[in-house]
């Protein structure tokens, strides 16, 4: 039986979801690995350094690629909510400077929320 699982991230961006890994505390490398069940194998473009966990990505489709069995994440909800809470809170500051808005302050709620304060200056 495998323990692999590909699952569709819609919209995602690379270069936004390298910097949620990072954010994250885990290092993405990018080359040709397979990421390894007990009966099935599957190639990726980047994989979590030290993990059995990667990316596939062609064109505009992410797809994230793991063997949860042994990994620390349980079936990998934990780990695909917190990639889902960085690659948002990732998302929302690059939209806020690409409209000219400066980040003031980033909190984080005691409920594990972030607060985003973003200022424009206008004269």
């Known amino acids: 039986m495998s ?7 819609e919209n995602y961006k690379v270069d936004i979801l390298k910097k949620a890994v990072t954010k994250m505390g885990l290092v993405l490398e990018e080359g040709n ?29 992410v797809s994230l ?4 069995w042994k990994q620390g994440y349980g079936n990998g909800k934990e780990f695909t909510d917190r990639l889902d809470f960085e690659y948002n809170t990732v998302f929302v500051m690059n939209k806020c400077r690409e409209r000219g808005l ?13 607060q985003l304060i973003a200022t424009m200056v206008t004269i």
Not at 103 to 108: D, E, F, M, P, Y
């Open 33 to 61: 690995f397979e990421i390894a069940g007990s009966s099935k194998r599957v190639s990726v473009n980047y994989k979590i350094q030290g993990k059995n966990i990667g990316f596939s990505i062609v064109g505009d489709r």
């Open 65 to 68: 690629v793991a063997d949860w």
């Open 102 to 114: 400066s980040l003031s302050k980033v909190t984080v709620l005691p409920s594990g929320d972030r």
């Open 3 to 9: 323990h692999v699982l590909l699952l569709i991230l």
